[in-house]
């Protein structure tokens, strides 16, 4: 099922881009599944992930819904068990508290709830992130809240080969899947751009397994573990450690539910240190988890206390002095390793 | 739009099963639960919402519908689930959490699924509205027969969820009928102390669907009301919102003190009962005499009771079962 990526297929595309061509695909192939969102028509979608979708299948199979998420996400819920396989975007992941209900009090448990008779096959999209300015209702992550429910898978691509393979395996999929895409790593100019996840991508359909880390590069001396933009902090982070003669490992995590806990205590147990990169808040989240699955695992294994980079628990200050500030990036990665080894 | 001859004996027998049911549920659920009333303990734990009083809300609006047709009911579903036709048997074993039950216990009174008649029900008033628009989005666009109906009661309407679904099934002309059972009461608090509008009917206007009310829990009102309704939806012509004047018999809960009912409401709604209303129109219509009576609610209990011997002889699943169904 896996694809590889081919010589053949040198094409780049950026996220935004792949996750429209994914869903292109399987809408050529299955009548059932179509798009529902705001913005998502003729504009394409805020960040471009619904983007030729109307022009190719109309305004029937790629609705414009009114700025209702409790009740477009609601009938998503609705369509799914009917035999559809709704995509449906919530734009900005922050707006969730005006319709968790349908997220996780039906999306994630209507298939517990009957025993495994009713499907809920949809896609929940949604745009994470910050780093421009946006404010604290336009900013956040929020992986680990969504993770923490039980009923959904979860998967944040970090780069478009993923996010396509990602893509086309949510749709497949016949339990509901929460696509979360970091607003910087669009490819959307003026979001600013994470040109690291623009990346070759096939044009023929491919998925990549939801629940499946990858190691994005080997490393004998640290594994930093991180998903989505984290990933290319810890690149570079890992470049400048090389510089210094570490040679850091680094997990792509890519799906946070299921979580695969063995590519990281494999990594950590090779590698014996380990620093969890999250743009989500510190404490409660993805970072904890990933720690807890190692001490909990193999506690020996450790050469020296785990430590992460992550969100300060505080909600996301606009002013771009304190927004940049809070956010992880490559520096304080290093440093983090630093203070690791002083110890 | 008049019922015929069987359909009103339908109505009846589903009413009289339902009542029935929630009669014998009320007996089980205190089972272990005397002197002291503790929710946890006997054969049926948990919350218990009965539907005593609300029948007609149920058998008037199912009295149209088929297997096909999409039910969505709320958290108190009991009356809704044997007028949509869901299997008693494994209604019942899911009540008391047992193997057989739809979900094998994981669901419980609250959450019942039976995808076989299409229907399904969720706990959290107002989020009934938003799964039925869909499921007639999908018929809509799959050209699939069938329409949706989504129960919510008078305090739902309340609720964000209600204006932006009907909104949503006007502005996409969706085949969905919204059946709002008010029974005066959202728990404790009185609908005029909570409710801007006296009926909710008016609410329609606002979304550009027609709105209806139904008034004295009218068995045949409900069915002419929603007939039309329904007819509408299955013709193309968009989202009906029906009001429909009920009474709650029972407390919110059981358990439930019912100390905030005004003095004398509650004889005055027994006194309304809707089932002994309509066997005595129907023995005047002429449909029903004492002995056809006596057959009919003997039937209706013997099918409830086989149910609830099943639902008793039925095991329980394995508890570490707990961790099956998340996914599929």
């Not at chain 1, 619904?50 to 790629?62: N, P």
């Not at chain 1, 696509?179 to 040109?195: I, R, V």
């Not at chain 1, 359909?205 to 994005?216: C, F, L, N, Q």
């Not at chain 2, 009289?16 to 929630?22: I, Q």
Request: glycine share 10%; proline share 5%.
């Amino acid at each position: 099922m896996t694809a590889t990526t081919t010589a053949s297929s040198s094409r780049k595309l950026t996220i935004a881009r792949a996750m429209a061509e994914a869903t292109a695909q399987e809408m050529r192939q299955d009548p059932s599944v179509f798009v529902m969102g705001e913005d998502v028509g003729p504009m394409g979608g805020v960040f471009g992930n619904t983007r030729g979708l109307h022009e190719e299948f109309g305004g029937e199979r790629v609705r414009d819904t009114p700025i209702s998420e409790t009740a477009f996400i609601g009938a998503a819920v609705g369509a799914a068990s009917d035999g559809m396989r709704p995509i449906v975007e919530l734009m900005f992941v922050d707006f969730f508290g005006v319709c968790m209900d349908a997220i996780y009090n039906m999306m994630a448990k209507n298939t517990y709830f009957s025993g495994g008779t009713v499907n809920v096959p949809m896609v929940l999209m949604t745009s994470t992130g910050g780093g421009y300015s946006d404010g604290g209702q336009h900013s956040q992550c929020l992986y680990g809240t969504f993770a923490h429910l039980p009923g959904m898978k979860v998967v944040v691509p970090s780069n478009a080969y993923d996010a396509k393979g990602l893509m086309t395996a949510a749709i497949r999929d016949d339990n509901p899947v929460v696509f979360m895409y970091h607003k910087s790593l669009q490819g959307m100019g003026w979001l600013g751009t994470e040109k690291g996840a623009t990346v070759a991508t096939p044009e023929e359909s491919y998925t990549v397994e939801i629940g499946k880390a990858a190691v994005v590069k080997e490393g004998r001396d640290l594994t930093l573990v991180s998903l989505g933009v984290g990933v290319h902090h810890c690149l570079r982070a890992a470049k400048a450690l090389g510089e210094e003669g570490f040679d850091a490992e680094v997990v792509d995590l890519r799906s946070l539910v299921p979580l695969d806990r063995e590519t990281v205590r494999a990594s950590v147990a090779k590698t014996g240190r380990l620093i969890v990169v999250d743009e989500d808040y510190h404490s409660y989240g993805v970072s904890g988890e990933i720690i807890a699955s190692v001490a909990e695992h193999d506690l020996a294994c450790l050469k020296a206390a785990p430590r992460r980079v992550a969100y300060p628990d505080i909600p996301i200050p606009f002013t771009p002095t304190m927004e940049q500030w809070a956010l992880p990036n490559a520096d304080k990665i290093v440093d983090a390793f630093h203070q690791m080894m002083s110890q | 739009m008049q019922p015929n001859n069987d359909q009103r004996l339908w109505m009846y027998r589903q009413m009289v099963t339902s009542r029935h049911l929630e009669e014998r549920i009320e007996t089980l659920y205190m089972e272990g639960k005397t002197p002291a009333f503790n929710m946890a303990k006997g054969p049926i734990p948990g919350e218990m919402h009965l539907s005593n009083g609300q029948e007609p809300c149920a058998v008037g609006v199912c009295a149209h519908l088929s297997a096909e047709d999409v039910v969505v009911a709320t958290h108190r579903p009991h009356h809704i689930a044997v007028a949509k036709g869901v299997d008693l048997n494994a209604m019942i074993a899911e009540i008391f959490g047992k193997a057989t039950g739809f979900s094998g216990g994981r669901g419980g009174h609250m959450h019942i699924f039976d995808p076989t008649v299409n229907f399904s029900c969720s706990g959290i008033v107002g989020e009934t509205l938003g799964p039925a628009a869909g499921a007639a989005l999908s018929r809509k666009m799959q050209g699939k027969p069938g329409v949706a109906v989504a129960f919510l009661g008078e305090g739902a309407a309340n609720q964000g969820a209600f204006h932006e679904a009907l909104n949503l099934a006007a502005v996409w002309k969706l085949p969905v009928v919204f059946v709002i059972e008010d029974n005066a009461w959202g728990i404790s608090v009185a609908k005029q102390a909570a409710t801007a509008v006296p009926r909710n009917d008016v609410r329609a206007s606002g979304y550009n669907m027609p709105g209806v009310h139904v008034a004295d829990n009218d068995v045949e009102g409900v069915f002419a009301a929603a007939g039309e309704a329904i007819a509408r939806a299955r013709d193309g012509q968009g989202p009906t919102l029906i009001e429909i004047e009920t009474s709650r018999l029972a407390g919110h809960f059981m358990g439930d003190g019912e100390d905030y009912r005004p003095e004398g409401e509650k004889e005055g709604l027994q006194q309304r009962d809707p089932i002994p209303r309509y066997r005595q129109a129907l023995i005047e219509a002429g449909l029903l005499d004492e002995a056809a009576d006596t057959r009919l609610v003997g039937e209706a209990h013997e099918r409830v009771e086989a149910a609830i011997r099943f639902a008793q002889e039925s095991d329980f699943l394995p508890p570490e079962a707990a961790l099956e169904t998340v996914f599929v």
